[in-house]
């Protein structure tokens, strides 16, 4: 309260375009004077001194930092629940998970507690929660919006920082807070200012649905979303199947072996003190000691699959605008396991596999907008991930807000059933 009576007294020309405007922070972030735990009991009641870039950011465009959005531990899986503050169940149904990792962020934004939210997404932790919470997200392309400058910066290139808002409009200006270089951080993407209003009569996108048979989905998943998908019909647009447009495996196996040796990067110092490694979950566990079995000849194998994928991505580029998923494989389940361990009879042989569905855009940086897709049988949300080459984000942004105007979401709730 004090800083927003202080915020009060700001001259008008002094104001920044978040100023005022309550804010709770994803708690992967540091923030000075706030608690800090990324969902850790190594880390709980650990108040930083100084902010990281993404909060302070945030604090220069004028926004006051009420509080954290809650993680799963270091953000791993899609399901927000730690030893420290427990879990954060999705505001459709009190039973159900809200996703994660950025799960806090999307319950907060879908429940009024927050205007605007900040997310991160390595495994779809912008797109799961948004889908499952009604609202939108931008995951952009990779390198608009600078990693935290510390530790290796060269090789990581699978996860991001992003908005999470009600509308597009909102996503595009927490964007233009958050993008921008740092003269600390590498490879770097300029981001022009947005302009969101767009005839997007004759653009095309193609509806990957499940992968040609490939991706496992629970019953309702590609119905509702292919329903939605009808509204981009009446705008004028395109929208037609795609087949499988690369080995799903591949991109499997290429993600997995990327994403052990980003962990084992970042968590390997927790894990080789015995006091730490207690403390961590099994998954951080697993995730460090895959990583520190890979060999450089599995590295360079596995880049250049992703180089390859991305190669199919611009080919792809030149008939469709964006390519449709679904944001993900199930509907929010049971907020007291810890992963769905199978999906329509097929068994997950690990604890994200059942998150398979995300890995195409994560996995070569690519820009995506989710956009809520409508409600299931059970009145669960569930959302479309528009995505395109890097460099789409505009575009993407603008098919956003085009389906915002047209289908008014996120204010629809589900159908009330009848007695």
Known sequence: MAEARAADAVPQVQRGPLHGMPMAVKDLVATAGIPTSQGSPIFAGQVPERDDLLAARLRAAGAILIGKTN???????????????????????????????????????????????????????????????????????????????????????????????????????????????????????????VTLEADVRGRRIGWLADWGG??????????????????????????????????????????????HLAVAGRLGALYDDPKTRALLKPAAVW?????????????????????????RVAELAETYDALALPTAQVWPFDADIDWPKQIAGTQMDTYHRWMEVVVPVSLAGLPAVTVPAGFGPEGLPIGLQLFGLRGADESLLQLAEAWHRVTAAPSRRPPVPQA
């Open 214 to 259: 490939a991706l496992p989905m629970e019953e309702g998943i590609l119905s509702t979303c292919a329903a939605a998908l009808q509204a981009f019909g009446a705008m004028g647009c395109t929208v037609e199947p795609v087949p499988a447009p690369f080995p799903r495996e591949a991109l499997w196996d290429s993600w997995r072996i990327l994403r």
């Open 287 to 311: 995730e460090v000691e895959e990583g520190r079995k890979l060999t450089a000849t599995d590295i360079l194998a596995a880049s250049a699959i992703r180089s390859d994928w991305y190669r």
């Open 71 to 193: 993680v799963p531990e270091f953000g791993l899986g899609s399901h927000s629940t730690n030893p420290v503050f427990g879990v954060t169940r999705n505001p459709y149904d009190l039973t159900r998970t809200a996703g994660g990792s950025s799960g806090g962020a999307g319950a907060a934004l879908a429940t009024g507690m927050v205007w605007l939210a900040d997310g991160s997404d390595m495994m779809g932790s912008l797109r799961n929660p948004a889908g499952w919470t009604n609202v939108y997200s931008l995951r952009p392309s990779w390198g608009v919006i600078p990693a935290e400058p510390q530790g290796e910066m060269m090789l990581h290139q699978l996860s991001t920082d992003g908005p999470m808002a009600r509308c597009p409009a909102d996503l595009a200006l927490l964007l233009s807070v958050m993008a921008g270089p740092d003269p600390r951080v590498p490879n770097v993407r300029p981001l022009d200012p």
